[in-house]
Nanobody
Framework: QVQLVESGGDLVQPGGSLRLSCAASGFTFRTYGLSWYRQAPGKERELVAAISNTGGSTNYAESAKGRFSISRDNAKNTVYLQMNSLKPEDTAVYYC?????????WGKGTLVTVSS
């Protein structure tokens, strides 16, 4: 079955960096685009970044532009989110998502806390 497993979340100080990973299985990874979302306490889930199946096309939420970078390794079935210059407002649970045949598949998320 389709599985997405996020990792890399941690407590980090403002201005710090983290790299999140999402390991995928159960589908032909190289065929599909994937995306990262986040959900802060009391807020709706929002798109952070997305990447095409080849990695040749990416897009970012305004809040992520210039600070975050999405990438993928099709040999490892893994998508990454490099986050730099982190701010307290980046605190959230971060999820990866893939859409297969019109169905959204989500991981369970990884918690990022930005605090001094």
């Amino acid at each position: 079955q389709v599985q997405l497993v996020e990792s890399g979340g941690d407590l980090v100080q403002p201005g710090g960096s983290l790299r999140l990973s999402c390991a995928a299985s159960g589908f032909t990874f190289r065929t599909y685009g994937l995306s990262w979302y986040r959900q802060a306490p009391g807020k709706e889930r929002e798109l952070v970044a997305a990447i095409s199946n080849t990695g040749g096309s990416t897009n970012y939420a305004e809040s992520a532009k210039g600070r975050f970078s999405i990438s993928r390794d099709n040999a490892k079935n893994t998508v990454y989110l490099q986050m730099n210059s982190l701010k307290p407002e980046d605190t959230a649970v971060y999820y990866c998502k893939v859409i297969l045949f019109g169905i959204n598949y989500w991981g369970k998320g990884t918690l990022v806390t930005v605090s001094s």
